[in-house]
């Protein structure tokens, strides 16, 4: 849909705005809001802070939506023990000033503090606070771009104050707000049919390599009892062995620190990073040199290996296909099939099913920092047709995996595609690139 623009223009002299039509003003956020403060963080170790009936909201809920109620609670206590923890009324703006959240926005349904990484726009004059949220929306960048430090960056308050946004009249404004409002719904609406996709195509890819790595690809076989918890019955041909009667070698990758062992080439240093749903992707790159890979040729790989992450992501397996023979790596189990028995492609994708996977987590150690040991992965028990059934059933989860994949990329691509077309709209909206006047009293009429 297309939109018509405004009959005139004038330059705002802000880069992020640049044209604006010609009876808006430019003015600092400090003209449009009364006050733009934050609040504080009460100390942990005083109990009688917490707990109470005051929303108190962090970065962390910062999602773009309405905030009605928040996670963590402060009593009046706290207020009165911090001046800086001020409740600010329903309506108020929020944005991230810290970190990985910078640039956040929300705004309150109901009154709350904050803590002092949120940045509060409170007490609006000449602005619509919706509308204010649409053009911070549409500032993220800029705003961004206007932090500092490195590690850590952050938009202070006095920066924020000084930005320059555009301001039509109220009605105008409220005229844009309810376009964006109604706009944003339906591609919102998209959005979600997309995931929901994306969520059943997902499941059928992990019912597809369940059943065919348990069940196989005849339906008509005669099947036995696995005596295995979690797998069932499977084809009376088959076997059931545990995984280190089938292995030549179970062993681990090296598990002392890297920081002195990193080069910028040499021999591929795969890491758990790496290893996501039967797949090895080297987009982090880290290398050790050669002599330090031979040194520790236990952990050197061959074609045909299964890798399964050892500690963090655990239920990751990948096997290793021709292209990452020779790498090293580094805190992943390796487990080398006995090729006459058992197809290294098999293995990874049993452990890639449900059974697999509930497998692996219920051998997981530690409670603290939970792992996997080979001695325990040694004794798994997994299912073992005979080898060229193994091939076969491989090469039908491939393809039926590959099919179930590009569908997951198309949705997942839509979904890209409309949240760019969401965040074109705004700023188009809020920047007067476009004339939305006539569509809101257009389907007021209709309505």
């Known amino acids: 849909m297309s939109f018509p623009v405004y009959s005139s223009y004038r330059y705002s002299g802000v880069e992020w705005l640049g044209e604006v039509p010609d009876h808006w003003i430019?003015?600092?956020?400090?003209?449009?809001?009364?006050?733009?403060?934050?609040?504080?963080?009460?100390?942990?170790?005083?109990?009688?802070?917490?707990?109470g009936d005051v929303n108190w909201v962090t970065t962390g809920e910062l999602r773009e939506v309405a905030i009605s109620e928040t996670a963590k609670a402060v009593t009046t206590q706290a207020l009165d023990a911090f001046p800086t923890l001020r409740v600010y009324p329903s309506g108020t703006l929020l944005i991230a000033m810290y970190g990985a959240t910078i640039g956040r926005l929300g705004w309150l349904a109901a009154p709350a503090a904050t803590n002092q990484a949120c940045c509060a726009l409170a007490d609006p004059k000449g602005?619509?606070?919706?509308?204010?949220?649409?053009?911070?929306?549409?500032?993220?960048?800029?705003?961004?771009?206007?932090s500092s430090g490195g590690g850590q960056p952050n938009i202070n308050q006095e920066k924020i104050r000084a930005f320059p946004i555009p301001l039509p009249p109220l009605p105008e404004q409220a005229t844009i707000v309810a376009f964006l409002d109604r706009e944003t719904a339906k591609i919102d609406a998209l959005v979600e049919e997309q995931r929901r996709l994306i969520e059943l195509?997902?499941?059928k890819r992990q019912a597809v390599i369940s059943h065919a790595v348990t069940k196989g690809l005849d339906p008509t076989v005669p099947m036995k009892d696995s005596g295995v918890e979690w797998l069932g019955q499977v084809p009376a041909h088959w076997e059931v062995r545990r995984i280190g009667s089938v292995s030549a070698k179970i062993t681990n990758g090296?598990?002392?620190?890297?920081?002195?062992?990193?080069?910028?080439?040499?021999v591929r240093y795969l890491q758990s990073l790496h290893i996501k749903r039967n797949k090895i992707s080297f987009h982090s790159p880290?290398?050790?040199?050669?002599?330090?890979?031979?040194?520790?040729?236990?952990?050197?790989?061959?074609?045909?290996?299964?890798?399964?992450?050892?500690?963090?992501?655990?239920?990751?397996?990948?096997?290793?296909?021709?292209?990452?023979?020779?790498?090293?790596?580094?805190?992943?189990?390796?487990?080398?099939?006995?090729?006459?028995?058992?197809?290294?492609?098999?293995?990874?994708?049993?452990?890639?099913?449900?059974?697999?996977?509930?497998?692996?987590?219920?051998?997981?150690?530690?409670?603290?920092?939970?792992?996997?040991?080979?001695?325990?992965?040694?004794?798994?028990?997994?299912?073992?047709?005979?080898?060229?059934?193994?091939?076969?059933?491989?090469?039908?989860?491939?393809?039926?995996?590959?099919?179930?994949?590009?569908?997951?990329?198309?949705?997942?691509?839509?979904?890209?595609?409309?949240?760019?077309?969401?965040?074109?709209?705004?700023?188009?909206?809020?920047?007067?690139?476009?004339?939305?006047?006539?569509?809101?009293?257009?389907?007021?009429?209709?309505?």
């Open 286 to 447: 880290y290398y050790v040199q050669q002599d330090w890979s031979e040194a520790h040729a236990k952990s050197i790989l061959e074609a045909g290996d299964v890798l399964i992450v050892q500690t963090g992501d655990i239920g990751q397996v990948a096997v290793v296909p021709e292209q990452y023979a020779g790498c090293n790596c580094h805190a992943l189990i390796i487990v080398s099939p006995i090729r006459a028995e058992l197809d290294g492609s098999w293995l990874a994708w049993v452990l890639n099913g449900d059974f697999g996977f509930h497998s692996l987590l219920s051998i997981q150690t530690g409670a603290l920092h939970p792992h996997l040991n080979c001695g325990n992965v040694k004794d798994l028990h997994v299912p073992l047709p005979p080898l060229q059934e193994q091939a076969e059933i491989v090469e039908y989860v491939v393809e039926q995996a590959e099919k179930l994949d590009a569908l997951i990329a198309q949705a997942e691509a839509m979904v890209l595609v409309l949240q760019e077309r969401r965040a074109a709209l705004i700023s188009a909206a809020v920047t007067g690139k476009i004339d939305v006047r006539d569509a809101v009293a257009k389907q007021a009429k209709a309505a």
């Open 254 to 266: 090296y598990v002392g620190p890297t920081r002195d062992i990193l080069v910028d080439q040499g």
């Open 127 to 146: 602005i619509d606070p919706r509308f204010g949220f649409f053009v911070l929306a549409a500032a993220k960048e800029a705003l961004i771009l206007l």
């Open 201 to 203: 195509l997902k499941e």
């Open 26 to 51: 430019v003015h600092r956020l400090s003209f449009a809001f009364r006050t733009i403060s934050s609040g504080t963080t009460p100390p942990s170790d005083r109990p009688e802070l917490y707990g």
